[in-house]
């Protein structure tokens, strides 16, 4: 069996089911889609203005309720809509106002510790974004490879990892200190990541180019929009959290 598509949001089934609930002549198309990314993208980067903008404030502890209620909202709208396709076109821009309020405050936190480490995250999340996708338009990376096999295997295994380390922690027992730490194995998993979740992006216009393909409905775009965003979000965490181990050295 061929494997599939990394990011849960963009599969074969959930793109079912919110086609049989989505109608219309338009059809979906990947500049539509990029369009929308971005427009998601501009609202999580105004909303995270609030939260950065607070977190230097006189009372930095005044963001937490901020944060907490972005990361609450985050992950209560990112079911609904893995569950529900048909609410995404309307819940797709609170979701990523959401996702910007938790960004813009541990951005906020982690910069005050590090100076210039948010942008350089912002900026390194862009450019590998831009590099992965032009390697993907020239042909030299595929979704169907062998390379794109190693990605979606190591992907599902980075999931179970961390939910293995906070499922420890929770219990106090600790594990997986490489995950966090600065030590050269921590930061060569850090990079590992890193690579692993850019290279979603692959899986990611791959898919969508192929539903493009078959001509599914144009809501759909929206539903795309939101997987592609997950993944940003994604690269950006991961590449804050390495500038974080190699500043700590």
């Given at each position: 069996?061929?494997?599939r598509?990394?990011?849960?949001?963009?599969?074969?089934?959930s793109?079912?089911?919110?086609?049989?609930?989505?109608?219309?002549?338009?059809?979906?198309?990947?500049?539509?889609?990029?369009?929308?990314?971005?427009?998601?993208?501009?609202?999580?980067?105004?909303?995270?203005?609030?939260?950065?903008?607070?977190?230097?404030?006189?009372?930095?502890?005044?963001?937490?309720?901020?944060?907490?209620?972005?990361?609450?909202?985050?992950?209560?709208?990112?079911?609904?809509?893995?569950?529900?396709?048909?609410?995404?076109?309307f819940?797709?821009?609170?979701?990523?106002?959401?996702?910007?309020?938790?960004?813009?405050?541990?951005?906020?936190?982690?910069?005050?510790?590090?100076?210039?480490?948010?942008?350089?995250?912002?900026?390194?999340?862009?450019?590998?974004?831009?590099?992965?996708?032009?390697?993907?338009?020239?042909?030299?990376?595929?979704?169907?490879?062998?390379?794109?096999?190693?990605?979606t295997?190591?992907?599902?295994?980075?999931?179970?990892?961390?939910?293995?380390?906070?499922?420890?922690?929770?219990?106090?027992?600790?594990?997986?200190?490489?995950?966090?730490?600065?030590?050269?194995?921590?930061?060569?998993?850090?990079?590992?990541?890193?690579?692993?979740?850019?290279?979603?992006?692959?899986?990611?216009?791959?898919?969508?180019?192929?539903?493009?393909?078959?001509?599914?409905?144009?809501?759909?775009?929206?539903?795309?929009?939101f997987?592609?965003?997950?993944?940003?979000?994604?690269?950006?965490?991961?590449?804050?959290?390495?500038?974080?181990?190699?500043?700590?050295?």
């Amino acid at each position: 069996m061929a494997l599939r598509v990394s990011n849960p949001v963009l599969t074969e089934g959930s793109f079912e089911r919110a086609a049989r609930e989505n109608f219309g002549t338009s059809q979906l198309t990947v500049a539509g889609v990029i369009g929308k990314t971005a427009y998601l993208c501009g609202v999580a980067g105004l909303a995270a203005s609030i939260t950065w903008s607070r977190v230097g404030g006189v009372d930095p502890q005044a963001v937490y309720p901020w944060m907490i209620g972005g990361l609450i909202a985050t992950l209560v709208l990112g079911l609904i809509m893995a569950f529900v396709p048909r609410s995404v076109p309307f819940l797709a821009t609170p979701y990523a106002a959401a996702e910007g309020l938790f960004l813009g405050a541990i951005s906020a936190f982690a910069n005050a510790s590090y100076p210039g480490i948010a942008s350089t995250a912002l900026l390194l999340t862009f450019g590998a974004a831009v590099a992965v996708l032009g390697l993907w338009r020239s042909g030299l990376v595929r979704g169907g490879g062998i390379v794109m096999k190693i990605v979606t295997v190591s992907t599902v295994a980075i999931g179970l990892v961390y939910l293995a380390s906070m499922l420890f922690r929770l219990f106090g027992m600790g594990g997986f200190e490489f995950l966090y730490d600065s030590s050269p194995l921590g930061i060569g998993v850090g990079v590992f990541i890193c690579v692993i979740a850019s290279l979603n992006l692959v899986h990611d216009f791959e898919f969508i180019e192929g539903r493009a393909r078959d001509g599914a409905p144009k809501a759909l775009e929206w539903h795309a929009a939101f997987g592609v965003l997950v993944t940003l979000v994604w690269m950006y965490i991961e590449f804050l959290r390495l500038l974080m181990k190699l500043r700590r050295r």
